[in-house]
């Protein structure tokens, strides 16, 4: 299997604050890489896939990057709205595979 | 737009199987580039794919899940289901059933999108 790792798994931030949140797979992925944001008692949902695209009505402060083994979330100006647990996947190979989550709080 | 809706019993007995259904809804389960998935999370843990099925059967599945997992699709319903069988403790966990999208093409992007709202099920005596 795939091993997906994230850093940090967790932090502090403020209304405002640029945010930016690592994921690596243990083996190149290409840009099988997808994000997801979940809060409790929700259901995850998609913000990025294959690395990069932003899904469609996902605010624009959201952006991803990277290829290979190595990615990255960035939140511009985190919003209210935007604390909650945050996890990469990779779509690579099956078993598909997640990471253990960031989350961010105030 | 798509939505996806899990049900089935919140309690299970310990080695017996749990069944849950997966309602899709404002789509047909039998469009082609979708692969209708289960994935769980533990309280408190990452999340885990159980495995897909297309909605023409040749599923798919975790090799931790290969032997107790079974997913079926019911077109006629336009519902997929999952059944796992010989559960424990271990399987305590919030269930979601979710879309892996394909769309197409070489090397094309793969993602789970949506989920449905996951569903607690819980393994005890």
């Known amino acids: 299997d795939i091993q997906m790792t994230q850093s940090p798994s967790s932090l502090s931030a403020s209304v405002g604050d640029r945010v930016t949140i690592t994921c690596r797979a243990n083996?190149?992925?290409?840009?099988?890489l997808n994000w997801y944001q979940k809060k409790p008692g929700k259901a995850p949902k998609l913000l990025i896939y294959a690395a990069s695209s932003l899904q469609s009505g996902v605010p624009s402060r959201f952006s991803g990057s990277g290829s290979g083994t190595d990615f990255t979330l960035t939140i511009s100006s985190l919003q209210p709205e935007d604390f909650a647990t945050f996890y990469c996947q990779q779509s690579y190979r099956t078993p598909f595979t997640f990471g253990p989550g960031t989350t961010v709080d105030i | 737009q798509v939505q996806l809706q899990e049900s089935g019993p919140g309690l299970v007995k310990p080695s017996q199987t749990l069944s849950l259904t997966c309602t899709v809804s404002g789509g047909s389960i039998s469009t082609g580039g979708y692969y209708w998935s289960w994935l769980r999370q533990h309280p408190g843990t990452g999340l885990e794919w159980i495995g897909y099925?297309?909605?023409?059967?040749?599923?798919h599945y975790n090799p931790s899940f290969r032997s107790r997992a079974i997913i079926s699709v019911d077109r006629s319903n336009n519902q997929f289901s999952l059944s796992l069988s010989s559960v424990t403790a271990a399987d305590t966990a919030v269930y979601y059933c979710?879309?892996?999208?394909?769309?197409?093409?070489?090397?094309?992007?793969?993602?789970?999108?949506?989920w449905g709202q996951g569903t607690l099920v819980t393994v005890s005596s």
């Open positions: 099925s297309y909605y023409s059967g040749s599923p």
């Open positions: 979710a879309s892996h999208v394909v769309q197409g093409g070489l090397a094309s992007p793969e993602y789970f999108h949506p």
């Open positions: 083996q190149n992925i290409n840009t099988y």
